[in-house]
């Protein structure tokens, strides 16, 4: 994984983890996220931020309020009484629903509490506690998989759920975050779901690579 992590450095650069400190903030941002592009989802993100600017305003809204300031995104009558949904279970100071206390808590308890929530899934869970908190986490989108399952990196045709957890205890903490954020780079531009393999820097440590499983082989 170190040598993985160091070509993929010198391909990509080393991104630098900057937490921004708001878990609804993601939590809702990945939600929204969910079956559509990162363009869209902004849009709609920007739209219910703009309509209802606290997440109290979001949680007792009309659902048709929020469906409609989200409905960029797509799926709308889907993902807003999911996001009230979500804001209602969470812990309450002064009427405001919260998760600051997920910076301080064991993270079993956190993934549990999170991953609890409906439609909540594991990476979902990780996108909050890394780039809201600066937590090691790994979450494995779409990219992640594919570049990790032909690197060898977890077992051929794991679940998401093994994914994580092979991706995480064969990580140092303190890479993850550079490693999510490149290993994503490396799947959108080379390895795509038709890989440009012959292109790629890391084909001589590659399992799928030396099977000559690629396409033009």
Not at 10 to 28: C, F, K, N, Q, T
């Amino acid at each position: 994984m170190r040598a993985i992590r160091d070509r993929l450095r010198r391909l990509y650069g080393r991104p630098v983890s900057e937490p921004h400190g708001h878990p609804i903030a993601e939590l809702v941002r990945t939600i929204l996220s969910q079956n559509t592009s990162d363009r869209n989802r902004d849009v709609a993100y920007g739209r219910l931020r703009e309509r209802l600017p606290t997440w109290e305003r979001v949680r007792d809204a009309p659902v048709s309020a929020v469906a409609d300031a989200i409905r960029p995104g797509g799926l709308a009558e889907t993902k807003a009484p999911r996001i009230q949904e979500v804001l209602r279970l969470l812990p309450a100071v002064g009427g405001r629903p919260t998760l600051d206390w997920l910076g301080d808590a064991d993270r079993d308890e956190a993934l549990e509490f999170l991953t609890g929530l409906p439609g909540v899934g594991r990476k979902t869970a990780a996108c909050v506690m890394i780039f809201a908190l600066g937590r090691p986490e790994i979450p494995v989108d779409t990219h992640v998989y594919r570049v990790g399952g032909r690197l060898g990196l977890f077992p051929e045709r794991a679940s998401f759920e093994t994914a994580h957890d092979e991706m995480l205890a064969i990580t140092d903490p303190e890479d993850a975050y550079e490693l999510h954020i490149n290993l994503i780079t490396h799947g959108r531009r080379v390895c795509r779901p038709q890989p440009r393999c012959r292109e790629c820097g890391l084909r001589r440590m590659c399992p799928y690579y030396r099977a000559g499983r690629f396409p033009g082989r």
